[in-house]
């Protein structure tokens, strides 16, 4: 069997994309209705309609298979709109984590936090792979601002990665407050511009 590195798909015959967008969604579908541990290759090449074989050509193995099934998604499903300044740019990126979130994504995370518990391949290729992620969106948002002549502090991106995360997964998770347009532009207006504008 040929093995990978977690994240990347195994080479081999030329990829058939309606098959392997089957594979992944179904590999997404049953990490959310019955978690990582009751998951099996069996039940993915089930659901997906494929054969076993057909899985273990491209990726060597579940945990593989689930970091490309969550990368691919992150990628597919954020899209870094130019609104034309940096306060803009900030609201349509969260309305757009949010919504993920409204659409099945929060039990999805949950279904991720808990695979993250039981493998630790899985959890070490996961991090790495979530805060790549969101470094490169919020280089690309400062960087943008930075081009237009916005003020930027040079912890700009960081205090957009650290604090994005967790006033979205408080309210998720913690208190249970709505993730509204008001949640957005508060903690936009009144957390993140005067924290990534400063000079400080």
Known sequence: MVSTSLGGAVRGRPRDDARE?????AALELLTEVGYERMS???????????KATI???WAGKDELVV??????????????????????LVDIIRQKVKRLS????????G??????????????????MIEDRRDIAALIVQRAFDRGEPCSPTAADVFNEL??????????VTGEALDDAFIQHMVDDILLPLMTSAC
């Open 56 to 58: 273990y050509r491209r």
């Open 68 to 89: 490309e099934a969550i990368r691919r998604q992150a990628v597919d499903d954020i899209v870094c709109v130019d609104t034309g300044n940096l306060r803009g740019d």
């Open 103 to 110: 659409e099945g994504g929060a039990a999805l995370m949950a």
């Open 21 to 25: 967008q089957a594979i992944l969604r």
């Open 41 to 51: 290759m069996v039940a993915v090449a089930a659901r997906a309609r494929a054969s």
């Open 112 to 129: 991720v936090v808990l695979a993250m518990r039981e493998s630790v391949a899985l959890a070490a290729a996961l991090r790495v792979q």
């Open 164 to 173: 994005v995360p967790a006033m979205v997964f408080s309210r998720l998770l």
